[in-house]
């Protein structure tokens, strides 16, 4: 209807951020599948920048009913049963222009500040995350619209001192393997070390593999759906092991469109890996044996803290807004007993006293 009556085309909305020069760029999947750039942001961090109305007519009024800006968080549901619904977690707004006409191009700066984004951007297959910016000219029959959107990083922390995974799989009196990874936790640039013993090798394998799956869980209850991709698999082994045999695994994360393991976003959807090994037989049966991984984002940078002298010892992660980071407990330390001292009024001596008495 706007482009019938001439209205769609009197202005263009532009929205620029205030620090595009050197703001990071990274790249996301959009709706149409394919990878688009957009600004990064991170938890906390304001938004601010200027609201550009340009008008496609010189010398003539455009009137308007008000002009708003507004910074939205949102979950988009793409389940079957519940395709677009939409669930915003944020909704900011900030008033640009009260009703009037222009009558050349305006500016309007806009100001977020310290806004908290709790969770980071996904565009998965059953279930969308997204930050955006949208910009709307109010008028009296179609409003013009314009949407901008950013991306969020959550960013975490663990010690180094991540527990590594054992376990032991098999069939009975025909085969038992022992599988070991290095740890449970891996930021997204990590890669996976481990170990396969062969303990018990009764049956002709004819090749091995692991392979890293995403599984998504929309919904709650009755109404939960799952659905889970392989994001890469690897052959590991080619041929029939023999016992006490060990085939090493190394496998790097930092080539793969991964996201951090996500718990319960928003009540909405939750997002798990698993390293799944499998074992083919020569009859083409399939063994296999999942074991769930917890993937973080971790900061890009790493500084020393300063003014202090144990820098080495004390290296933190970039101070990026957002954050979050895990420790282990601190060992309780207990108190020494002191040593016996000499006591005057009873003329006794401490057992490090070696002087002579005589």
Not at 153 to 172: C, F, Q, R, T
Request: aromatic content about 10%; hydrophobic content about 35%.
């Amino acid at each position: 209807m706007a482009m019938l009556f001439g209205f769609g085309q009197s202005a263009e909305i532009q929205i620029r951020l205030s620090n595009e020069d050197t703001r990071k760029i990274v790249k996301a999947r959009g709706d149409d599948g394919n990878m688009h750039d957009h600004f990064l942001y991170y938890d906390g961090e304001s938004v601010t920048g200027t609201v550009h109305v340009n008008l496609k007519k010189a010398n003539h009024k455009f009137e308007h009913q008000g002009i708003r800006i507004e910074f939205i968080g949102q979950i988009v549901s793409e389940v079957y049963y519940d395709r677009g619904n939409q669930q915003d977690f944020i909704s900011l707004t900030r008033e640009l222009a009260r009703p009037g006409d222009l009558t050349q191009n305006a500016q309007f700066p806009f100001e977020f500040n310290n806004v908290e984004k709790p969770f980071e951007t996904y565009m998965g297959t059953n279930v969308k995350l997204r930050y955006f910016l949208r910009v709307t000219v109010i008028r009296r029959l179609t409003d013009l619209t314009k949407e901008l959107d950013l991306v969020v990083h959550a960013l975490s922390s663990y010690p180094d001192n991540d527990k590594s995974i054992k376990m032991e799989v098999g069939i009975e009196d025909c085969l038992h393997i022992e599988f070991e990874y290095n740890k449970n936790k891996y930021h997204l640039q990590d890669v996976i070390v481990g170990k396969i013993y062969f303990l018990l090798v009764r049956i002709k394998i004819k090749y091995m593999e692991i392979a890293i799956l995403k599984t998504e869980v929309v919904g709650s209850g009755p109404n939960t759906f799952k659905e889970s991709e392989t994001v890469a698999k690897f052959e590991i082994m080619d041929g029939a092991p023999v016992r006490g045999e060990s085939i090493p695994i190394r496998l790097f994360l930092a080539g793969y469109d991964l996201a951090p393991s996500m718990r319960d976003v928003g009540k909405k959807f939750s997002v798990k890996y698993f390293l799944n090994l499998v074992l083919v037989d020569e009859e083409d049966r399939r063994y296999f044996k999942q074991q769930e991984v917890t993937l973080w984002r971790k900061a890009d940078k790493v500084m020393r803290r300063p003014g202090t002298e144990d820098d080495e010892e004390e290296k933190q992660t970039t101070s990026i807004p957002g954050t979050q980071k895990f420790t282990a407990p601190a060992p309780v330390e207990h108190p020494k007993p002191e040593s016996p001292r000499s006591d005057p009024k009873s003329g006794s001596t401490s057992p490090d006293d070696n002087s002579d008495s005589s």
